[in-house]
C-alpha cells in the first residue's frame, strides 16, 4: 500500500521527519490548533521529535493512530488553515 506523503511547502501538511513510531498524537478530527502547537510524536532510536503545526486551523485529518511505524515524509496531520 502506497501511503501519502508530506509536501514540505504545503502549511497543510504535516509529516513524520524520520522513520520510527508514533508515540502520541495530541489532535483528533475537529480539533482546533494554534501555530507552533504540537500535533504528534515520533520515537526512533531514543530520540523522539515533537511535529508542530505550521499553521493554525483545523485538523481535517488524522492519517495514522499512535503505535503506527512510519517513514521519514509519510503524511499524518492535514489542517484547514484559518
Known sequence: M???KEQKTDRKQHG???KGLIRDVKVKPGDQVKYSQTLFTVSA???EIGVK???A???KAVLF???TFV???DLVVLIDPR
Open 71 to 73: 517513514e521519514a515524509g
Open 2 to 4: 502506497q501511503r501519502p
Open 16 to 18: 513524520a521527519p524520520m
Open 65 to 67: 493512530p499512535a503505535g
Open 57 to 59: 486551523g483545523t485538523v
Open 45 to 47: 532510536m531514543k530520540m
Open 53 to 55: 503545526s505550521k499553521t
